[in-house]
């Protein structure tokens, strides 16, 4: 599949590239991840200055219109520069759920500050034992007057350190593995009795666990319905985080090929044997069927088409093997080098086996996807 982009798509994609070509190369993305916060606030008003947080939003709330093909551009170039700000968590997933589910209000009091990008969001869905099962959860909420009273616990919440709000997932009724009676709920990342465990992840950005004992939440879309919202949402992510992986692919062939040229053993340049270029056309075919089946489930998401998240839950598995594939390879093709943290490559390495475990890791999307193909 070979997408033909229009004028508007095309000088999207010339834009982020020149931006992060002149802002973002390797040294800065170091410096930025090694800083006290983990990210870069005057980076991300860049995105926000460019039209990046505003291109995936409809025009009715204020954004671009680009939909999951803007969406799969940003991405693909932000995996290409490993850029660690959070545009999956708060634009694709938050953004996305408040303007799926979220009351006329809320799209109008949460969105521009999004767009403008002046505040931060999170999802805390994840908890311990609920392996990738949006249903899977013990966190309660009861009504409290206009608001919800939240109590329990969250883990491994990507972004949470730096996010003004949170879009946490709490049972309203039910039991722990029933998919109805769970909810969604907009809670202040500050609030009161709301305490965080933050830690660096693999891949150098941060992440917490979340404790809520008593804290108040604003119900987002309608109470009880919450798991298909995040069923969704996480196909949504899941799009995003494919074109990501097929970016930071990408750049490995390139760089194991460039390696391949000046590195030297028993007197000629390695990419002269036969057999470690059978190994880099493997890495390029696996590259070219993930970028295929990513461009594939762009345009999916882009019609909703039949069957999304069967597709979805395929794009996630084969991506996700083929990107630890190729960034196996390009590791062990650089020899020990590739483990350095001065060179790109184990980033690349890294932040591919971070992907390959948000929203469901392969295994669990094989699994799922026979699930679905034998429901259908």
């Known amino acids: ?62 954004g671009l219109g680009g939909g999951p093909l803007s969406t799969m551009i940003i991405m693909q170039e932000f995996g290409r520069h490993l850029v660690v700000e959070p545009f999956v968590e708060t634009v694709v997933v938050a953004g996305g759920l408040i303007e799926q589910i979220g009351s006329d209000q809320q799209k109008q009091s949460f969105i521009p500050d999004i767009v403008a990008g002046t505040k931060i969001w999170a999802l805390a869905w994840t908890e311990k034992g609920s392996r990738f099962d949006p249903a899977t959860v013990t966190t309660t909420a009861r009504r409290g007057g206009n608001d919800y009273i939240l109590t329990g616990e969250k883990t491994a919440v990507i972004a949470t350190p730096w996010a003004d709000y949170l879009i946490v997932s709490a049972r309203t009724s039910g039991h722990r593995h029933d998919r109805g009676g769970v909810s969604l709920f907009v809670v202040d990342r500050h609030a009161a009795n709301l305490d965080l465990q933050s830690f660096r992840t693999i891949d150098g950005r941060r992440a917490a666990e979340i404790s809520l004992r008593e804290v108040r939440g604003q119900l987002l879309g309608k109470e009880g319905e919450g798991v298909g919202a995040l069923e969704s949402c996480r196909d949504r992510a899941i799009g995003a985080l494919c074109a990501e992986t097929v970016g930071a692919m990408g750049e490995l062939n390139a760089a194991t090929l460039e390696y391949s040229k000046t590195r030297k053993q028993f007197g000629t340049t390695i990419g002269s044997f036969q057999v470690l270029q059978h190994r880099m056309v493997d890495m390029f075919i696996a590259h070219q069927e993930a970028l295929s089946l990513m461009q594939h489930l762009s345009l999916s998401l882009e019609s909703t088409e039949a069957g999304l998240s069967r597709l979805a839950s395929g794009a996630k598995s084969r991506i996700g093997y083929a990107g630890k594939f190729v960034a196996d390879q390009a590791v062990q093709l650089h020899g020990g080098m590739g483990m350095t943290d001065e060179l790109n490559v184990g980033h690349y390495f890294k932040r591919i086996s971070s992907i390959n475990i948000q929203f469901g890791d392969p295994a669990y999307h094989v699994l799922r996807f026979a699930q679905l193909d034998t429901a259908a």
């Open 1 to 62: 599949m070979d997408i033909q982009f229009t004028e508007e798509q095309e000088l999207l994609r010339s834009s982020i590239q020149r931006l992060l070509r002149d802002q973002y190369d390797f040294d800065a993305r170091r410096k930025i991840v090694a800083n006290e916060e983990g990210f870069s606030r005057k980076q991300w008003a860049a995105f926000a200055e460019l039209g990046l947080l505003a291109a995936p939003f409809t025009e009715a709330v204020g």
